[in-house]
């Protein structure tokens, strides 16, 4: 091996970081043209983003919205329903059908599952 000169990481000043993490939140805002305009590899501002995101610091601004749910009416002892539940990746979807209307249901579930 020749006398190679030794490659040495280069360090950014955590100000620079706050800037380009800040540009990189910006909605629309691509990482890579972020990092390049700056001389930045892309990979760089990569891990600095999953950095922060597990130290805890990503801030996300929740906004909740009232829903008035109607109150259900509780089912008579006479009035037998049917249960069905779909399940697909993490997403459940539970039913209740009263069986008055089973042809309904059916005529439902063969649309679903055509």
Known sequence: MGTESSRKRRRYAAELKAQI???CDVPGASVAKVA???GINANIVHGWRKLRREAGAVTVSEQFVPVAVA??????????AIEVELRRGGITV?????????M?????MRELLR
Not at 74 to 80: A, C, G, K, M
Not at 104 to 108: E, I, K, R, T, Y
Request: glycine residues 0%; aromatic residues 6%; hydrophobic residues 45%.
């Open 94 to 102: 539970k039913l209740s059908w009263p069986m008055s209307a089973s």
């Open 36 to 38: 390049m305009a700056h």
């Open 71 to 80: 109150p259900v009416a509780p089912r008579s002892v006479d009035e037998r």
């Open 21 to 23: 993490l800040a540009e």
């Open 104 to 108: 309904d249901l059916s005529a439902w």
